[in-house]
């Protein structure tokens, strides 16, 4: 699986970007796809993430951002973040989990100024 995403980019506070991460090769063998954020100097961290069963979102994003998927085959997860505040500038990491262990996207730097 290679995971290609897009999307980051300079917003100001309370504005919006969406994210958007495409999967392509073996799109049969993953069973979650998901959002991280890094920061330097500090752990990477989850921002939502979906599967068949629903969605999962971190505590600090909830209610402002919406992970979705184009179809059942998880082929395009794209997130939605509104509302954004400084704090939300990271790099943000798409990730698959698949059968065959759990790939990484490139990042992509999002940027919030106050």
């Known amino acids: 699986v290679q995971l290609q995403a897009s999307g980051g980019g300079l917003v100001q506070a309370g504005g919006s970007l969406r994210l958007s991460c495409a999967a392509s090769?073996?799109?049969?063998?993953?069973?979650?796809m998901g959002w991280y954020r890094q920061v330097p100097g500090k752990q990477r961290e989850l921002v939502a993430s979906?599967?068949?069963?629903?969605?999962?979102y971190a505590d600090s994003v909830k209610g402002r951002f919406t992970i979705s998927r184009d179809n059942a085959k998880s082929t395009t997860v794209y997130l939605q973040m509104n509302s954004l505040k400084p704090e939300d500038t990271a790099v943000y990491y798409c990730n698959a989990v698949t059968t065959g262990g759990r790939v990484w996207g490139q990042g992509t730097q999002v940027t919030v100024s106050s």
């Open positions: 979906i599967d068949s069963g629903g969605t999962v």
């Open positions: 090769g073996s799109i049969f063998s993953i069973n979650v």
